[in-house]
């Protein structure tokens, strides 16, 4: 089959998209998934670089990619309530070497859930790691409400850009950073004020926030609780708590590790079926162009979803 690998760590040179790799089966508890579409996210070009070997070394050959949407060709002894034929969107095992860069990947069927109904392929595989880390930070985490303020970093990237809609959705008033040349597209998704954060500095414009959703870090994280009132709530996808800051400004941190379960694949799956929230796909490569893909979302010039067509 067609799949998308490296066989050493490094720079988008080493990902190559190959014709011969071997199918692969599905495992007990597992299914096996016909791939049509698989989404580019940050992790996988930190995965080629091997910026996770410290703690899941991969064994090469390894396909990339975790996010996909495609159609169940086999199931694994054990599982129940999926069938061979179901059209599925979910999240593969980005450092089991078995990724979604390719015609076909092995899922955990506990990281499956049937796609939403309104969507092709292509933007329903735009989905899991980005929106589900959304559903998780500002449904279960946050419990954002109705009035409440959230400030949400990085709004014109993949999570930031389902995070305006999920915020709106929910009645909150919504700022959000971005560069300015994104700010008509945050705009267009619901966002009450923009600030640019290449010539703007929030933490002096903004108080008494409810929420900040980080997704950005550093020196962002670190101003993110000047801005909360206390009682507030700064969820980070990608920084450890501060304990000092945390108690000195009365708030509580959060590191959050998404985890793309059916449950929240399914709570997301109705949010787009009735129109709350629609992916935003920047642009779509080939398998061919694997590379490509990845290089363009590192390079950061993406405003919401860079999706792979597989088939
Ligand atoms: N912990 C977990 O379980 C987990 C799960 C999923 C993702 N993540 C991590 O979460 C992060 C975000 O993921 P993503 O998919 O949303 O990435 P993304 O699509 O690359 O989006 C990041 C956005 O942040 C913007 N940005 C960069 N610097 C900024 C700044 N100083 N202030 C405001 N915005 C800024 C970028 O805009 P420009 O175009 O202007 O650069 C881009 O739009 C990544 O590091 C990812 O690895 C963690």
Known sequence: MKAAQITEYGDKSVLKTVVDAPKPKAAAGQVLVAVHAAAVNPFDWK???GQAQAYVPLKFPATLGSDFAGVIEELGEGVNGLSVGMEVYGQANALGGEGSFAEFVPVKAESVAPKPKKLDFVTAAALPLAGVSTY???????????????????????????AIQLAKHLKAYVATTAAADDADFVKNLGADEVIDYTSQDFSTLLQDYDVVYDTVGGDTYTKSYQVLKPGGI??????????????????????????????????????????????????????????????????????????????
């Open 136 to 162: 998780q930070a500002l449904v279960e985490e946050a419990n954002l409400q109705a009035g409440q303020k959230v400030l949400i970093h990085g709004g014109a990237g993949g999570i930031g850009s389902y």
């Open 47 to 49: 995965v080629r670089e």
């Open 234 to 311: 700064l969820i980070s996808m990608t920084e450890q708590p501060n304990e000092e800051l945390a108690a000195q400004h009365q708030v509580t941190a959060i590191a959050q590790q998404t985890r793309t379960t059916t449950e929240r694949l399914t709570k997301l799956a109705e949010l787009v079926d009735q129109g709350a929230i629609k992916p935003q796909i920047d642009k779509v490569f080939p398998l061919e162009e694997a590379s490509q893909a990845l290089a363009y979302i590192q390079e950061g010039k993406h405003r919401g979803k860079v999706v792979i067509k597989v088939n």
